[in-house]
């Protein structure tokens, strides 16, 4: 299995951007997929998960700005991120764990928030 992320970049704070994930291989459904970041000299944790049939997951810190969906056809995922906030400064990784619960990472996706 093959993550690619993308939609990373400079944002200023409160601004948006929207990432993307495009999985492919061979992908022993039902598999959740979803967002983790590691900001520098923190630990990696996860932002937003949504499952196969669509149930959703997300850390406190992003409630209400970020939406995680998902295109199960094309084998997509996505994190639109809104009224960004320098805290969510991070290089942020596609995850997908399958029914076998075996995880896959993407190369991962800078996003920095600053004026």
């Known amino acids: 299995v093959q993550l690619q992320a993308s939609g990373g970049g400079l944002v200023q704070p409160g601004g948006y951007l929207r990432l993307s994930c495009a999985a492919s291989?061979?992908?022993?459904?039902?598999?959740?997929m979803g967002w983790y970041r590691q900001a520098p000299e923190k630990e990696r944790e996860l932002v937003a998960s949504?499952?196969?049939?669509?149930?959703?997951n997300y850390t406190d810190s992003v409630k209400g700005r970020f939406t995680i969906s998902r295109d199960n056809t094309r084998k997509r995922v996505f994190l639109q991120m809104n009224s960004l906030s320098p805290e969510d400064t991070a290089v942020y990784h596609c995850?997908?764990?399958?029914?076998?619960?075996?995880?896959?990472w993407g190369q991962g996706t800078l996003v920095t928030v600053s004026s």
């Open positions: 995850n997908l764990k399958n029914r076998l619960g075996s995880h896959y």
């Open positions: 291989g061979r992908i022993i459904s039902p598999h959740v």
């Open positions: 949504i499952g196969y049939s669509g149930s959703v």
